[in-house]
């Protein structure tokens, strides 16, 4: 029993040591001159933030978290932080700059290009023309052989002799072919130029 006893009196006599401890913490400095001066500690109202806070965390006179050093080692530094702010402090001087009496810049809307709405899903369409004006390109020729072979034949049949599809008109094909194809680029350079 007596094991249990000096164990409790230690208990209690901890629990002493540690309230007196947390007064002493939660006292204030400024509470000393006060009652020096005559003055009650119940009529000033005391600083919820020293009084509350333990300090540990919490700087109270940066009002802020404890950071672990003096001084801050991005202090001198661009951060990203630091440029945010910069550009936000720039573009409200700018936003205030600016007067909202002044009648709307239409030049300023204006494209820089007039015709960027009727081109801009010109290409979508353009590529099934294509396809079609190579068909029908190709149609063509072919008729036109097909129209010089039948010549070929005919004199052939009168001659006697038979004759296959001529070299000739088969390399004016090809060559007249080239010129419309050059000449389709050409074009659409021009039309790139211009606009």
């Known amino acids: 029993m007596s094991s249990q006893a000096s164990l409790?009196?230690?208990?209690?006599?901890?629990?002493?040591r540690l309230a007196k401890l947390k007064s002493l913490k939660r006292k204030q400095p400024d509470e000393d001159q006060d009652m020096e001066d005559g003055a009650t500690a119940e009529?000033?109202?005391p600083d919820v933030a020293s009084t509350y806070l333990s300090g540990r965390n919490y700087d109270a006179t940066t009002q802020g978290p404890k950071l672990g050093f003096e001084l801050n080692p991005a202090?001198?530094?661009?951060?990203?932080?630091?440029?945010?702010q910069e550009l936000e402090e720039r573009t409200r001087k700018e936003a205030e700059e600016e007067d909202d009496s002044k009648p709307l810049d239409l030049f300023k809307l204006q494209p820089k290009k007039p015709n960027w709405d009727l081109k801009c899903d010109l290409d979508k369409k353009l590529e099934i023309l294509n396809v079609r004006t190579?068909?029908?390109i190709a149609r063509l020729v072919r008729e036109r052989i097909?129209?010089?072979?039948?010549?070929?034949?005919?004199?052939?049949?009168?001659d006697g002799q038979e004759v296959g599809m001529e070299g000739v008109t088969l390399v004016e094909a090809m060559h007249m072919r080239e010129r419309d194809d050059e000449a389709e680029r050409e074009r659409e350079k021009e039309d790139d130029e211009l606009a």
């Open 146 to 158: 097909e129209k010089s072979q039948g010549e070929a034949k005919a004199k052939a049949v009168g």
């Open 75 to 84: 202090d001198g530094q661009k951060t990203l932080e630091t440029q945010a």
């Open 8 to 16: 409790s009196a230690a208990a209690e006599e901890r629990k002493a």
């Open 43 to 45: 009529a000033q109202a």
């Open 134 to 136: 190579d068909n029908a």
